[in-house]
């Protein structure tokens, strides 16, 4: 089995991307921290709409998916899951919760991650959540033909636990000589992980909810705002692309991260330019958010999208204002129902 030693990233070069993306996140992150002493209630609702967004855009990923409605009723734990994928939907929003509520808590262990792979899966009827794989497991993808095959084949089941031991020891063993910045350890970090691919299922899943509680514990707490799993799942080719590229030579060590380093830091980065944007547009004045809000799109949009860059204002005080901007000749409305969007007229 291969060895880690993520210290060894402080004698690394990084190319200008990077540098630059590190740059511009630690600038990003003192605004965040700024905005959020002002605005605690914009910052509750946009918690929420991340929430939801995450636990539906990680599971997506994944193929697992339900309704609008039933995922609202999910989350606000308002009914019970009907099936495999509301089950497996359902875990992940008591994993997610737990992450956002008690990262400060949840030191990076082997036992840890065993516990929230547990949390996870606690829904289902599968008997093996909170455990390691008992079988090899392989990472396939699918040719143009339609034709599956492995791309990649992960640590056997009796090297597991340790592999996981040793990512977790070498991972706090860099983080607390302090010499390398996180935000460069926490993808190094994550592609061993899903390298070592730990479960018979859930590995994706449990690797973004790692991702978002090493960052968070690491101080960058964007995708408690933001949803990171959103934009991964907005590109999910450029995230297995990414991750591909990172993959070979990893049994001998002769594996680049670099292209998943540089994957992760630019999803972080958007969530934080996604972040600064919403903070522009929200005013004290209701109607100017709403306007400020739909100045900032492009093409046709819904009420939903307005209602999600405005946290703190109720759907009804949205709707009354994109009236008032519909009436005043900003905005010309299209469809009915459901199907209704907007587009701007200036």
Request: proline residues 4%.
């Amino acid at each position: 089995m291969r060895h880690f030693d993520y210290t060894e990233l402080k004698n690394r070069t990084w190319d200008n991307r990077v540098v630059g993306y590190l740059s511009l996140i630690h600038e990003y992150k003192g605004k965040q921290s700024a905005f959020m002493k002002q605005r605690s209630e914009e910052m509750e609702r946009l918690v929420e709409i991340a929430k939801v967004q995450s636990t539906e855009a990680s599971n997506s990923i994944e193929g697992i998916r339900t309704t609008e409605t039933r995922l609202r009723q999910l989350m606000l734990e308002r009914t019970t899951p009907r099936n495999r994928s509301e089950k497996e939907i359902a875990g992940y929003r008591d994993a997610l919760n737990i992450v956002h509520e008690n990262f400060a808590y949840i030191p990076l262990t082997s036992n840890y991650i065993l516990q929230l792979h547990k949390v996870l899966l606690s829904h289902t009827d599968f008997g093996f959540g909170g455990s390691f794989k008992s079988v090899q497991n392989y990472i396939s993808a699918t040719d143009g033909l339609g034709n599956q095959f492995t791309l990649f084949t992960p640590p056997a089941p009796y090297e597991t636990p340790e592999a996981v031991e040793e990512i977790c020891r070498e991972y706090n063993r860099a983080i607390g000589e302090g010499k390398v910045d996180p935000l460069l350890i926490i993808p190094v970090f994550i592609h061993d992980f899903l390298c070592v691919h730990p479960f018979l299922d859930g590995n994706g899943r449990m690797s973004r909810l790692l991702t978002t509680l090493l960052l968070y514990r690491a101080g960058y707490e964007v995708g408690k705002y933001i949803s990171l799993e959103a934009k991964i799942a907005k590109n999910k080719d450029a995230y297995y692309a990414a991750l591909e590229d990172s993959q070979h030579g990893w049994h001998v060590r002769q594996d680049d991260p670099a292209p998943f380093v540089t994957y992760l830091l630019s999803v972080i980065l958007a969530a934080y330019r996604d972040f600064d944007d919403r903070m522009e547009i929200i005013s004290p004045d209701s109607y100017r958010t709403v306007k400020n809000a739909v100045e900032s799109k492009l093409g046709k949009f819904t009420k939903k999208e307005i209602l999600e860059l405005c946290p703190g204002l109720s759907a009804s005080t949205v709707e009354r204002h994109l009236k008032r901007l519909t009436a005043e000749g900003h905005l010309a409305k299209h469809g009915a129902g459901k199907s209704t969007f907007y587009t701007r007229t200036q």
